[in-house]
């Protein structure tokens, strides 16, 4: 709440982003959304993105993982390409293809084992094992309540 309060964050979502690469098998990963009243820039985001950041490495640590700061980043997203930004972030969901050379999301291996590609239908079944029941994203219930009142 006191994250929230100090950048003005007035909602926030997450989704685990499966993907699969010969070269590196299963890669999970977060994708974290938030939206603020702040007016930030790249330059002004910064110590959010840092902040973030070195609370997500924490966690990890805590769990026994390791997060490489590398691997964390923060883009903003111009209201007028929200679209695109969200077809980003939703990328996991089957009715998304991700067209990436080497490395396949969700929608790329549902296509894939629906044109009778063997090892997709292995890998697509194994993607099904994995996540049955799993929560796989949130929303805050701020960001709900705005998105339902959009409606």
């Not at 098998?25 to 009243?37: A, D, E, I, K, Q």
């Not at 923060?74 to 991700?98: E, N």
């Not at 067209?99 to 396949?104: L, Y």
Request: some cysteine.
């Amino acid at each position: 709440m006191k994250f929230r309060e100090t950048h003005n964050i007035g909602g926030y979502g997450w989704v685990i982003e499966l993907t699969y690469s010969e070269e590196v098998g299963w890669h999970p990963h977060l994708h974290l959304y938030f939206f603020s009243g702040n007016d930030f820039d790249k330059v002004s985001a910064l110590p959010v993105s840092n902040a973030l950041a070195e609370r997500w490495i924490a966690s990890a640590a805590s769990a026994g993982i390791e997060a490489a700061s590398t691997g964390q980043n923060v883009r903003l997203i111009d209201p007028a390409t929200s679209r695109q930004s969200t077809r980003y972030v939703m990328k996991d969901s089957p009715r998304f293809t991700s067209n990436q050379s080497g490395f396949h999301c969700a929608g790329d291996l549902l296509a894939a084992a629906r044109a009778g590609e063997v090892e997709a239908v292995e890998l697509w079944d194994e993607f099904q094992r994995a996540t049955r029941g799993q929560r796989r994203y949130q929303f805050s219930n701020s960001l709900e309540d705005k998105l339902r009142s959009a409606q």
